[in-house]
């Protein structure tokens, strides 16, 4: 089945650390894009790639960073200059222009 | 950058009800798309619809690209039905926008 995978589901962190989120699509998809969702809020991006090897900043990239390096995979790493990483984080995948695919999520707890 | 405002942002309905969504955005739009997030936090795409009128099972969906709105239309609302519905659009940036979503509760 196709589809998008991110692991893992919950994911806790003490304050000060770096942590990455995975995100493995197997959809051929050539746009990957990360969304940070906070409580009873929309969803917000973080950043996004249309292509290997190249990405954009989003509307909150400050604190996160991304690489591209392999079509399917799209990790976001939270660093610590991100000053409330707490939140639940949604990557997604589409053919450019098309309908958004997303994955189940990971909800990030940091204390 | 594009705006993306929805309405109402809370919806309480009794089962068998019908109801009608509404999403508003500030520019032009090559791309808009409904989405419907289930209690789990699961984000499921119910329509993509840039302009026109879609139409699936009880949901259906009209865009007036030049009056710059959307609408889904609920029909027959069941206690599935609950959750966020989100509206985002894409003003060809390559990246879509969403809004700040309709909590709709259906009550049995």
């Known amino acids: 089945d196709g589809g998008i995978t991110q692991s893992p589901k919950y994911l806790f962190r003490k304050e000060g650390q770096n942590v990455t989120l995975s995100c493995e699509q197997n959809l051929n998809h050539d746009a990957m894009y990360w969304y940070r969702q906070d409580p009873g809020q929309g969803l917000r991006l973080i950043y996004y790639s249309q292509i290997v090897n190249d990405f954009q900043k989003g509307d909150i990239a400050e604190g996160y960073s991304v690489s591209r390096e392999k079509k399917e995979s799209f990790p976001l790493t939270v660093t610590s200059a991100q000053k409330n990483p707490t939140a639940f984080y949604l990557c997604?995948?589409?053919?450019?222009?098309?309908?958004?695919?997303f994955g189940n999520g990971t909800r990030l707890t940091v204390t | 950058g594009i705006q993306v405002e929805q309405s109402p942002p809370d919806l309480i309905l009794q089962e068998g009800a019908n109801s009608t969504l509404r999403c508003n955005f500030s520019?032009?739009?090559?791309?808009l798309q409904w989405f419907h997030q289930n209690p789990w936090g699961q984000l499921i795409n119910l329509f993509y619809?840039?302009?026109g009128t879609k139409q699936n099972g009880r949901l259906s969906a009209t865009t007036v690209a030049t009056e710059r709105y959307s609408l889904l239309y609920i029909s027959s609302s069941q206690t599935t039905d609950s959750g966020v519905y989100f509206c985002a659009v894409d003003g060809n940036t390559g990246k879509l926008i969403f809004g700040q979503g309709t909590t709709l509760q259906v009550k049995p």
């Open positions: 997604a995948s589409s053919i450019q222009g098309d309908i958004l695919h």
């Open positions: 520019d032009s739009v090559n791309n």
């Open positions: 619809i840039p302009s």
